[in-house]
């Protein structure tokens, strides 16, 4: 039969997903897919703080999920405002394209 | 079953992550980004707690996702990436995408090694008994109420900013 | 096998089976209402008073052409009706329409005790697909999942009729959410629990001995509310404007026939029913009647207060003039939105002070 999923494999899969999204933003040339990257590493952050929740048997775990999916809902609003300013002034949606302020 | 269920969903989860960002075309991505998110939820709702699951799923799935996907429609973002210039081709190149890589890499090892060398803690046995909402509801606005009155504020904040932000300007 | 596994499997197959009735039904009950709030007769040629009318429009739709823009994305193109149709019918999951019962009277009354020893269930089933504790939730969770299906049929048809039309029905879809759960809010705090079953037997009871005590007669706002925020919700009667764009440009399933507009609109008749059962299980003491019926027989009840709530629904449409969508958004956002916040206000005010502070 398959093993029982163990906290560690819980943390596990979490730290898989986080290098997944540290590496979309990092190799991704779109900004729109980095948002995405970033909402992906909140999401291992969550699944962290829920398991680490059922492990200890409090809900303080699910308070601090509810907290950051509305600072991830704050963060894409905004995020998403600063895209739209940025392409109608560019057209374009390469993070290379704006180097303005850049030496 | 349960187990079961938990390698097929952190499969599936996976999977969703990682194509997310390997497609090339932008809508796909959100689309499969969304399968992550519902992956996850599943994977809450194993863990029992069935209300960070529909949390998640109304507020993530729901609603960023929908913005996310309004957005991608509405300026139609291109698939291909295209270098513009001098300065684009020196940073987005190759050279500073294999640092990028490398960096993920290794985080991703020192992530892997760091668990690996924890001591085996097995959850909590038995059937899994759905947390409560009422207990939740106690403790966010007993314990948690200033975390959630600012929160509020953040929110305020953040509405008015991305409407501030996506104006149009008045020529 | 466990013959509560097996009655559970029967309850899950015959509440998919009645709701795929229901908008046979409900296609049938919208064109003679429709008749005859117009003074006219309506269906009557297939069938006995045209009661085989769905099944002709069924197999018209099957035997015609299933066409799709040649630029259109095929993957997405087919999903989206899917996903619209699946979301519908997930919604109901977790809606009770029965007590929970243990099928003693069923069998009773089928004779099942004489002839296969079969005397009832040792504990009593919920007669629901899932009644699970967040239930409420839910609903709203796989409501908020439908307007996929809007968007993406708006985008992959590749047209710009298509698009526009499909985000401003999405734009609707999501504004109205906010009032609709706003109001069921109020009802949470009165009932202290987020599940469906719950809710309902709070409201088992009776005030004085004739007034049952249905939470209508204690939120009649929070009513009104969930019911306007309900239709604009479904995307019909007075809030249809994405649709009837037809009429006027093109709307989000213009470039969809056959079995994919199908999916289309039972999506849209089996959120109809969804929402009316809802809102019959949260105001109108689901399936509690104003007399009791023997144990057993509540669903009759529900049954009862759905297919009224449906009728207004489709008397709606077929009375009021549809809002123009800037009408339908400042209403949305300027009206209810307020009136559901001072609903919940008010509500959790009184609630404290009959509680004590």
């Known amino acids: 039969m398959l093993p029982e999923p163990t906290l560690n494999s819980y943390l596990m899969l979490s730290a898989v997903l986080f290098a997944i999204g540290t590496a979309g933003v990092f190799l991704r040339r779109n900004i729109i897919t980095i948002l995405l990257s970033v909402e992906v590493m909140l999401n291992a952050v969550n699944l962290t703080f829920v398991a680490v929740d059922r492990f200890r048997g409090q809900v303080d775990g699910q308070i601090i999920v509810f907290f950051v999916i509305t600072v991830a809902a704050a963060e894409a609003a905004v995020g998403l405002a600063i895209v739209i300013a940025l392409f109608r002034h560019k057209e374009m949606l390469t993070p290379d394209a704006f180097t303005s302020l850049k030496w | 079953m349960d187990a079961l269920l938990f390698w097929i969903l952190a499969a599936g989860a996976v999977t969703a992550s990682v194509l997310v960002i390997g497609q090339r075309n932008p809508m796909r991505s959100v689309l499969l980004l969304i399968v992550s998110f519902v992956a996850l939820a599943g ?101 948690y109420a200033f975390a959630f009155e600012a929160t509020s504020v953040l929110i305020l904040v953040a509405m008015v900013g991305a409407v501030i932000l996506a104006r149009k300007e008045p020529r | 096998m466990n013959p509560q596994i097996i009655a559970q499997l029967i309850v899950i197959g015959f509440t998919f089976f009645m709701l ?85 009277t069923l069998a009773r009354l089928l004779f099942l005790d004489k002839l296969f020893g079969f005397k009832g269930l040792e504990h009593p089933i919920h007669l629901a697909v899932a009644d699970v504790n967040v239930g409420l939730l839910v609903i709203f969770s796989i409501t908020a999942m439908g307007v996929y299906g809007i968007v993406l049929a708006g985008w992959s048809s590749n047209s710009k009729y298509s ?37 309902v037997d709070a409201q088992a009871g009776y005030w004085f001995g004739f007034i049952p005590k249905w939470y209508v ?28 764009e037809q009429e006027l440009v093109a709307g989000y399933h213009t470039e969809y026939s056959s079995m994919s507009f199908a999916m289309f609109f039972l999506a849209e008749y089996v959120n109809m029913v969804t929402v009316s059962a809802v809102a019959t299980d949260l105001f109108l003491g689901g399936w509690h009647g104003p007399f009791p019926l023997p144990d057993g027989f509540g669903w009759i009840w529900f049954l009862l207060k759905v297919l009224a709530l449906l009728f207004f629904y489709i008397w709606m449409r077929w009375t009021l003039p549809r809002y123009r969508y800037d009408q339908l958004m400042e209403f949305g956002w300027k009206w209810l939105l307020p009136a559901a916040v001072l609903n919940l206000l008010v509500s959790a005010y009184v609630a404290l002070r009959v509680n004590g502070w």
């Open chain 3, 163 to 199: 698009l526009l039309g499909a985000l401003r029905a999405s734009a609707q879809m999501i504004s109205y959410e906010i009032s609709y759960g706003l109001s069921f809010a109020a009802v949470i705090m009165l009932a202290g629990s987020l599940s469906l079953g719950t809710i």
């Open chain 3, 20 to 104: 795929l009735n229901s908008a046979a039904i409900l296609v049938y009950m919208e064109r003679k209402v429709a008749a005859f709030v117009q003074q006219r007769y309506g269906p009557y040629l297939v069938g006995p008073k045209g009661l085989l009318q769905p099944l002709a429009d069924i197999i018209k739709l099957i035997m015609k052409e299933e066409l799709r823009p040649k630029s259109a994305d095929a993957f997405l193109f087919y999903l989206a009706p899917i996903i619209s149709a699946a979301a519908a019918f997930s919604a109901f999951a977790v809606v009770p329409w029965g007590a929970d019962t243990d099928f003693s």
């Open chain 2, 43 to 143: 994977l809450y709702v194993l863990l029992g707690s069935p209300f960070a699951a529909v949390i998640q799923i109304i507020i993530y799935t729901g609603a960023i996702m929908v913005l996310f996907l309004f957005v991608v429609m509405l300026l139609n973002v291109p698939t291909e990436e295209i270098p513009i210039g001098r300065a684009a081709r020196l940073l987005g190149g190759a050279a500073p995408r294999r640092f990028g890589a490398v960096i993920s890499a290794v985080l991703a090892l020192e992530l892997f090694w760091a668990i690996g060398r924890m001591t085996v803690l097995n959850m909590p046995g038995g059937d899994v008994k759905p947390t409560e909402v009422h207990d939740i509801g106690v403790r966010l606005f007993r314990d």
């Open chain 3, 217 to 244: 007669f204690i939120q009649p706002l929070g009513f009104l509310i969930f019911l306007t925020a309900g239709v604009a919700e479904t995307n019909r009667a007075p809030f249809d404007f994405p649709e009837a």
